[in-house]
């Protein structure tokens, strides 16, 4: 085997394709290769915003700028090595993949941002043995990559599918979609979601949304309450506690301004899962307490729903399938990287090993 690998990498504020060192599993670890990873927001975030990484005191992200991180921390792989004091559970070849954590000698790295965490852009990347899980040789990689995309919607919806309450789901990349698959797994109804894009709101109607709302054309709260109380004014915010549903919105773009939004024209007493998180934000707290607002930012998937989700996306209930609008391959992944930024971009482009 080769002591070099090609892989796409970030160095210096720019991601290229390039030529680095295989990476060798230290104690406890596992070298496997790349059979799919899909590209994620986060990727983006990390690349852009290397100011966070800089002071992350966890250590789980590191800022190296003059140093080649493999990003990608959505996977599935193949076994390739066994490091020194592993338990070496599974025969060579076995497709596995892992909650997107690598134990290392001083701490844990999150996959893909610490350039002694590479991740699945590359030829091939490291595991820890105790976290990885064989998966079925028989189901499509592409579709076993997405499970961690889908354990945020698992997680999210975990908390706010409670009572009587009709969903919001605002913003419809591949965390809204996630979401609504989850709210349909879970039996909520009716799900409502909005997004501007055309081909999105369709995606998210193939996978359970009720009723789609287009910003551009309909005030989103007028007609959650139209489809919640039948009325899309605000005059029943008044009596919303004599057992009309309650509103749970889940904030999924990310985008300065949406959770502002949300504050000033939301019911009274809704529920907000911001899973998007703009990097810089306003909201008027004095509404929102005046609304006895419920406001909470990320907080996961924990391990125990990232498992969770794994055994429901083998079993089918969890398809995640549909958000893959384009796969390519490693010489085409950095032009794809870019391409992934936009709005118009497919949910999830997976880059896929030959």
């Keep these: 085997m080769s002591e070099t690998m090609r892989a ?39 690349m852009d915003h290397p100011e966070v990484a800089r002071v992350d005191r966890s ?33 060579r070849g076995t497709r596995v993949t892992s909650v997107p954590a690598l134990f290392v000698d001083g701490g844990m790295r999150i996959i893909g941002m610490a350039p002694d965490a590479p991740g699945g852009f590359g030829e091939y990347f490291l595991l820890s043995e105790g976290l990885a899980r064989p998966v079925p040789d028989g189901l499509p990689p592409q579709r076993l990559a997405l499970t961690d995309a889908m354990a945020v919607g698992w997680y999210y919806t975990g908390l706010g599918h409670t009572g009587n309450t009709v969903p919001l789901v605002i913003g419809l990349g591949a965390i809204g979609q996630s979401i609504i698959a ?69 904030e999924c773009t990310g985008a300065e301004g949406v959770l502002a939004d949300i504050v000033d024209n939301c019911p009274i007493g809704t529920r907000v899962l911001s899973a998007g998180g703009a990097d810089r934000d306003t909201i008027a707290s004095a509404t929102a307490h005046l609304k006895g607002l419920n406001i909470q930012f990320g907080g996961g998937p924990m391990i125990e729903h990232w498992y ?23 010489d085409d992944l950095p032009a794809a990287f870019e391409r992934a930024r936009t709005t118009d971009a497919p949910v999830r482009i997976v880059y896929t090993a030959d």
Excluded at 199 to 226: C, K, M, N, S, Y
Excluded at 242 to 250: A, D, E, H, M
Aim: charged share 20%.
């Design 8 to 46: 796409v990498t970030l160095k210096n504020g720019e991601i290229a394709l390039r030529e680095i060192p295989r990476p060798a599993p230290g104690p406890g670890q596992i070298l496997v290769r790349t059979l799919a990873c899909a590209i994620c927001a986060s990727d983006h975030h990390y």
């Design 59 to 91: 250590g789980m992200r590191v800022h190296a700028p003059e140093q080649d991180v493999t990003m990608g921390h959505e996977f599935c792989a193949e076994l390739v090595e066994y490091g020194p004091d592993t338990r070496k559970q599974w025969p």
């Design 182 to 250: 989850a709210l349909e797994h879970r039996g909520a109804a009716p799900i409502v979601a909005a997004d501007y894009n055309p081909a999105r709101r369709e995606l998210a109607t193939t996978l359970g949304a009720d009723v789609i709302i287009d910003p551009a054309r309909h005030q989103t709260f007028a007609e959650w309450r139209r489809t919640a109380w039948g009325a899309p004014d605000e005059v029943h915010d008044r009596i919303a506690l004599t057992g009309l549903p309650s509103c749970t919105v889940y």
């Design 308 to 330: 969770e989700t794994l055994d429901l996306v083998i079993a089918g209930a969890l398809d995640p399938t549909p958000l893959i609008g384009e796969t390519v391959g490693l």
